[in-house]
């Protein structure tokens, strides 16, 4: 099992920037390939950006490219993803996910974190 938390959401105004982590514990971190999503209230989860497990390749959705970073820490099991440029449509839960290198699916999932932006 992997056990993962989230943290850094909040509500900040449109053009400001938030930095989300991801705290991950359980198994080996360098295991899994990461990935954040969202999800807006009435919508379904959709994807925002992952991260392989050396933090060497990035991948992003076109709604958040040249606007998020996603990035990794293998020694402290974390990854982040920074936002900035907010936007009111940025508003949603988002969600850290982990896929083991075996897998074809997003393996374990967080709580979720708020981000809240204001316009």
């Known amino acids: 099992q992997v056990q993962l938390v989230e943290s850094g959401g909040g509500l900040v105004q449109a053009g400001g920037s938030l930095r989300l982590s991801c705290a991950a514990s359980g198994r080996t971190f360098s295991n899994y390939a990461m990935g954040w999503f969202r999800q807006a209230p009435g919508k379904e989860r959709d994807f925002v950006a992952a991260?392989?497990?050396?933090?060497?390749?990035?991948a992003y959705a076109d709604s958040v490219k040249g606007r998020f970073t996603v990035s990794r820490d293998n020694a402290k099991s974390t990854v982040h993803l920074q936002m900035n440029s907010l936007k009111p449509e940025d508003t949603a839960v988002y969600y850290c996910?982990?896929?083991?290198?075996?897998?074809?699916?997003?393996?374990?999932w967080g709580q979720g974190t708020q981000v809240t932006v204001s316009s």
């Open positions: 991260i392989n497990r050396s933090g060497g390749t990035t």
């Open positions: 996910a982990a896929r083991h290198y075996l897998s074809r699916e997003y393996d374990y």
